[in-house]
C-alpha cells in the first residue's frame, strides 16, 4: 500500500517528519501480506538528512512540477 503524506510548509521539511509519518503508518491496521510504501509529496523542500535516512519510496516536490 503506498502511504502518501502532503506537507505543506512555509519551511524546509527535517528528519521528524520520518518519525511522524511512521507512527502514522504503526497506527494502521495492517492487512496480512501487505507493506506500506511511504512518499512524500512537499512544496518547500526537505533537509539533506531527510532524502539521506531513504525512508520514503518517493519525494515530489509538489511546488516544481509547474515550474
Same mark, same amino acid.
Given at each position: 500500500m503506498? #502511504?502518501?503524506e502532503i506537507k505543506?510548509?512555509?519551511s524546509r521539511l527535517q528528519r521528524a517528519v520520518i518519525s511522524e509519518v511512521d507512527r502514522k503508518i504503526r497506527?494502521?491496521?495492517k492487512p496480512r501480506n501487505y507493506t506500506f510504501r511511504p512518499d512524500l509529496i512537499h512544496v518547500?523542500? #526537505?533537509d539533506d538528512g531527510v532524502l539521506e535516512e531513504r525512508y520514503f519510496d518517493t519525494v515530489i516536490d509538489f511546488g516544481g512540477l509547474w515550474s
Open positions: 503506498y #502511504v502518501c505543506f510548509s512555509k497506527s494502521i491496521a518547500n523542500g #526537505v
